[in-house]
């Protein structure tokens, strides 16, 4: 079975910070990976997609990558901002047969301070 | 960029009482979509795949004759919840895909709250 962890759980830092979220997955059999931003009460923004073929993707001040034989994932926000407070999500997309599903790990809850 | 619409965006029910909530893909066809429940502060649990023109596929412990799926057409999936109770409040979530290389896009979420 598909398990997909987040760490850290929560994360508060002044504005202007690098940081980094970590995503692991047990079963490297993965076809695709992807990064979600939520914000309180709201649907998710898709920010990066990886293929599984793929090493990194980046998209403005969003880089991600992906190892996927030893089922890691990294999200890196550079110059964060107030406004990239939000929770992260990462999610594993399972594709075999007859077999199609989406995992989500727990998400990163990311407070940035000015 | 790709859009999903997701409505309601929220609903109060009397318990016993069914509700519906649709989820339609704007500008592109999904061959996939997937039901997704979210608890306050939790992540989104996968209830169920929905391939259009066949049956969903349910998770282990969702009771597919509770949340009835129906994805009959490549722009619209719905969900049923019926006879609803107080435990059934919740945060539903829909998603929407083409091609398995594309990325899978959300609508906004469903509040139900069944009192």
């Known amino acids: 079975k598909q398990e997909v962890t987040q760490i850290p759980a929560a994360l508060s830092v002044p504005e202007g910070e690098n940081l980094v979220l970590n995503c692991s997955f047990t079963?490297?059999?993965?076809?695709?990976l992807q990064w979600f931003r939520q914000d309180p009460g709201k649907g998710l923004t898709s920010l990066l997609l990886?293929?599984?073929?793929?090493r990194e993707q980046t998209s403005g001040r969003l880089n991600a990558s992906l190892d996927k034989s030893s089922g890691r994932s990294t999200l890196y926000i550079a110059a964060s901002q107030p406004g990239d407070s939000a929770t992260y999500l990462c999610?594993?997309?399972?594709?075999?047969?007859?077999?199609?599903?989406?995992?989500f790990g727990a998400g990163t809850r990311l407070a940035v301070h000015p | 960029g790709a859009v999903v619409s997701q409505h309601p965006s929220w609903v109060i029910c009397k318990s016993g009482t069914s509700v519906k909530i649709e989820c339609r893909s704007l500008?592109?066809?999904?061959?996939?979509m997937f039901w997704y429940r979210q608890f306050p502060k939790q992540s989104l649990m996968l209830m169920a795949t929905?391939?259009?023109?066949?049956?969903?596929?349910?998770e282990q412990g969702v009771e597919k004759d509770k949340f009835l799926i129906n994805h009959a057409s490549l722009t619209l999936s719905t969900l049923t919840v019926t006879s609803a109770h107080p435990e059934d409040s919740s945060f539903y979530i829909c998603?929407?895909?083409?091609?398995?290389?594309?990325?899978?896009?959300f609508g906004n979420g469903t509040r139900l709250t069944v009192t």
């Open positions: 500008d592109f066809q999904a061959t996939t």
């Open positions: 079963d490297s059999a993965i076809y695709n």
């Open positions: 990886i293929q599984s073929s793929q």
């Open positions: 929905s391939n259009e023109g066949s049956k969903a596929t349910y």
């Open positions: 998603s929407a895909g083409g091609h398995y290389n594309s990325p899978l896009h």
């Open positions: 999610a594993v997309r399972l594709i075999s047969g007859g077999y199609n599903k989406l995992i």
